[in-house]
């Protein structure tokens, strides 16, 4: 069984910043970052390759930004500029592939989730 374990809830203004962790185990290959409000669907908002290579929902670019220390098997989630649309139940998740994607169908293994709140 892969255990991911995500860290770093909080509530924020608008405005203000958070860092998420996720600590993983070493085999995994791209790991992603994705979201869910109440009632709706979850959805992507970045993945990372080993080699660092990234990519990004639109919603987040140039707010977010992902990044992984292949050293500790962690990965990161720094986010700026937050919004009160940034409200949600955010996960990590991993696959055993090495190609980016942010379609939550692409990862077989997930964490239980952290939760951010961004109040006006």
């Known amino acids: 069984q892969v255990l991911l374990a995500e860290s770093g809830a909080g509530s924020v203004q608008s405005g203000g910043s958070l860092r998420l962790s996720c600590a993983g185990p070493k085999y995994t290959r791209s790991m992603g970052w994705f979201r869910q409000a109440p009632g709706k669907e979850r959805e992507g908002v970045a993945s990372?390759?080993?080699?660092?290579?990234?990519i990004y929902a639109d919603s987040v670019k140039g707010r977010f930004t992902i990044s992984r220390d292949n050293a500790q098997n962690t990965l990161y989630l720094q986010m700026n500029s937050l919004n009160t649309e940034d409200t949600k139940m955010y996960y990590c998740a991993a696959r055993l592939t090495w190609r980016n994607s942010i379609s939550p169908g692409d990862y077989a293994y997930w964490g239980r989730g952290t939760q951010v709140t961004v109040s006006s």
């Open positions: 990372i390759d080993p080699y660092g290579s990234t």
